[in-house]
């Protein structure tokens, strides 16, 4: 990063790691003098970003060996395209025509105004098609979507070829949340004919449902066929950072921001797209821009403290990250975040922040072993041996041939007089990373001795 001022560290308020975990910073104890400490492997940053380069070894050592934050990117946000747009781009179709171009809008104002005008919702009448989806457009435009979706489906009763219905349907249940159902009825409206629209909108719906290859495959046919669409366009994007697919993702974006560069869903997306390809100072210039925008928000604070672990600044990494945790509470908060924090945290010596902030991480996924590996390191240099050789026998099971796991051991063997165990773990290490020189000379010293 040459060329760059230093950023300006912020230290970690212990106002607010107290008040959220109770904790305080806490010296990790001296090791006994025949123990030496390797210097930390490269680690990959918070942000999750496989091309970052890595950090400039610090100064100090460390007992134990930490495993990196894990290498995945957070959801991409949709910018519209989960539920149907409120502003009117997404309302139904008119039953006179199957021309893929939506109704004109209906100003919010004046949605706001009938919905008191509108008779009360009931099971569908024996009208006729034409009738039943005049109607299903009012009570959908009113936000009854549930009294819509019931007056599309008879519509489609009456009429199995009208993909408009089928279109509109899904519409209503994407706002009620029904992703697998929209999902089925916008396929049937495309094997019926409807155009790039219901693709979107079929991406849309499988991006939610996890489903991201098949989306990038609706969202790429969109644009194919209207490529200067935005929501298409977006969602190809969107589709493609789910996959990990960054330059891909980051190209599409490109094209967007020249004309929506104030979006901030779209700001968004970009900023975390920028923190995966290790593009930090672009990252926060798009953070910044979108707190203008609408002020702090989780984006933002996780851009900016991917950003501040990138610079080898943890102190304000773990800010960030206590930032979020507070703004969502502990029940919203997902595992990379209370990692990524207990990461920062025992990286800046706040051993019982980190240590609690691992139990969390490891209460929302069990299944993951990095936390169960650094929550053992942590407990490590507290001197709470048996409790921490507990968690790396289950981070073991899922990281079997982890050096830096097998470097935890063999410290933990040697403290207990185990010399030949201490060797067995030293020799994993030297295996499978020869470069690892204070392994090396650790697994020279016990050789006569084991």
Same mark, same amino acid.
């Given at each position: 990063m040459s060329g760059k001022s230093?950023?300006?560290?912020?230290?970690?308020?212990?106002?607010? &790691?107290?008040?959220?975990? %109770?904790? #305080?910073?806490? $010296?990790a104890p001296q090791s006994p003098p025949a123990v030496k400490v390797p210097p930390e492997a490269p680690a990959r940053r918070p942000s999750r970003a496989p091309a970052a380069a890595p950090p400039k070894p610090e100064a100090r050592t460390r007992k134990t060996e930490l495993a990196a934050p894990p290498a995945r990117a957070p959801v991409p946000k949709m910018a %519209?395209?989960?539920?149907?747009?409120?502003?009117? @781009?997404?309302?139904?179709?008119?039953?006179?025509?199957?021309?893929?171009e939506p109704a004109a809008a209906t100003p919010k104002a004046a949605i706001r105004k009938n919905r008191t005008e509108v008779e009360a919702p009931g099971p569908p009448q024996p009208q006729t098609p034409e009738a039943l989806h005049q109607h299903a457009d009012r009570l959908f435009r009113s936000g009854d979507y549930q009294g819509a979706a019931d007056h599309y489906r008879a519509v489609t009763e009456k009429q199995s070829g009208n993909w408009t219905a089928r279109y509109n349907l899904g519409l209503c249940l994407e706002r009620l949340g029904r992703f697998a159902e929209a999902r089925e009825q916008y396929e049937e409206a495309i094997r019926l004919g409807a155009a790039a629209d219901a693709r979107v909108r079929l991406g849309a719906c499988l991006l939610v449902l996890g489903e991201a290859e098949e989306a990038l495959q609706n969202f790429t046919l969109a644009v194919e066929e209207k490529p200067t669409d935005r929501k298409a366009l977006f969602g190809k994007a969107a589709a493609l950072q789910a996959l990990e697919r960054y330059a891909d993702a980051k190209e599409c974006y490109d094209r967007l921001l020249e004309e929506f560069g104030d979006d901030p869903e779209l700001l968004a997306n970009v900023a975390e797209v920028l923190?995966? &390809?290790?593009? !930090?100072?672009?990252?926060? @210039?798009?953070?910044?821009?979108?707190?203008?925008?609408?002020? $702090?928000?989780?984006?933002? @604070? #996780?851009?900016?403290? =991917?950003?501040?672990?990138?610079?080898?600044?943890? $102190?304000?990494?773990? @800010?960030?990250?206590?930032?979020?945790?507070?703004? =969502?509470?502990?029940?919203?908060?997902? !595992? $990379?975040?209370?990692?990524?924090?207990?990461?920062?945290?025992?990286?800046?010596?706040? &051993?019982?922040? =980190?240590? +609690? =902030?691992y139990r969390q991480a490891i209460e929302v996924n069990p299944d993951r072993p990095e936390a169960r590996l650094n929550l053992g390191a942590v407990l490590h240099e507290c001197g709470k041996l048996q409790e921490a050789l507990d968690h790396y026998g289950v981070a073991r099971r899922s990281l079997? +041939?982890?050096?830096?796991?097998?470097?935890?051991?063999g410290l933990a063997a040697e403290a207990r007089g185990d010399f030949n165990r201490a060797e067995r773990h030293y020799a994993k290490v030297v295996e499978s990373q020869p470069e690892w020189a204070e392994a090396q000379a650790r697994l020279s010293r016990l050789k006569p001795i084991a």
């Amino acid at each position: 990063m040459s060329g760059k001022s230093e950023p300006k560290r912020v230290v970690v308020e212990a106002s607010v &790691l107290e008040e959220l975990f %109770g904790g #305080r910073k806490k $010296e990790a104890p001296q090791s006994p003098p025949a123990v030496k400490v390797p210097p930390e492997a490269p680690a990959r940053r918070p942000s999750r970003a496989p091309a970052a380069a890595p950090p400039k070894p610090e100064a100090r050592t460390r007992k134990t060996e930490l495993a990196a934050p894990p290498a995945r990117a957070p959801v991409p946000k949709m910018a %519209g395209l989960v539920a149907a747009d409120p502003a009117g @781009r997404d309302m139904p179709r008119s039953p006179r025509s199957q021309r893929p171009e939506p109704a004109a809008a209906t100003p919010k104002a004046a949605i706001r105004k009938n919905r008191t005008e509108v008779e009360a919702p009931g099971p569908p009448q024996p009208q006729t098609p034409e009738a039943l989806h005049q109607h299903a457009d009012r009570l959908f435009r009113s936000g009854d979507y549930q009294g819509a979706a019931d007056h599309y489906r008879a519509v489609t009763e009456k009429q199995s070829g009208n993909w408009t219905a089928r279109y509109n349907l899904g519409l209503c249940l994407e706002r009620l949340g029904r992703f697998a159902e929209a999902r089925e009825q916008y396929e049937e409206a495309i094997r019926l004919g409807a155009a790039a629209d219901a693709r979107v909108r079929l991406g849309a719906c499988l991006l939610v449902l996890g489903e991201a290859e098949e989306a990038l495959q609706n969202f790429t046919l969109a644009v194919e066929e209207k490529p200067t669409d935005r929501k298409a366009l977006f969602g190809k994007a969107a589709a493609l950072q789910a996959l990990e697919r960054y330059a891909d993702a980051k190209e599409c974006y490109d094209r967007l921001l020249e004309e929506f560069g104030d979006d901030p869903e779209l700001l968004a997306n970009v900023a975390e797209v920028l923190v995966a &390809l290790g593009e !930090y100072t672009e990252a926060r @210039r798009h953070a910044q821009q979108l707190a203008k925008l609408e002020g $702090e928000s989780d984006c933002t @604070r #996780r851009v900016m403290a =991917a950003c501040a672990s990138a610079e080898g600044d943890e $102190e304000t990494a773990a @800010r960030y990250l206590a930032q979020l945790v507070e703004a =969502a509470g502990e029940e919203g908060v997902g !595992y $990379e975040t209370w990692f990524n924090l207990g990461y920062a945290c025992q990286r800046t010596g706040h &051993l019982d922040v =980190a240590a +609690d =902030a691992y139990r969390q991480a490891i209460e929302v996924n069990p299944d993951r072993p990095e936390a169960r590996l650094n929550l053992g390191a942590v407990l490590h240099e507290c001197g709470k041996l048996q409790e921490a050789l507990d968690h790396y026998g289950v981070a073991r099971r899922s990281l079997p +041939d982890h050096p830096g796991l097998h470097w935890n051991l063999g410290l933990a063997a040697e403290a207990r007089g185990d010399f030949n165990r201490a060797e067995r773990h030293y020799a994993k290490v030297v295996e499978s990373q020869p470069e690892w020189a204070e392994a090396q000379a650790r697994l020279s010293r016990l050789k006569p001795i084991a």
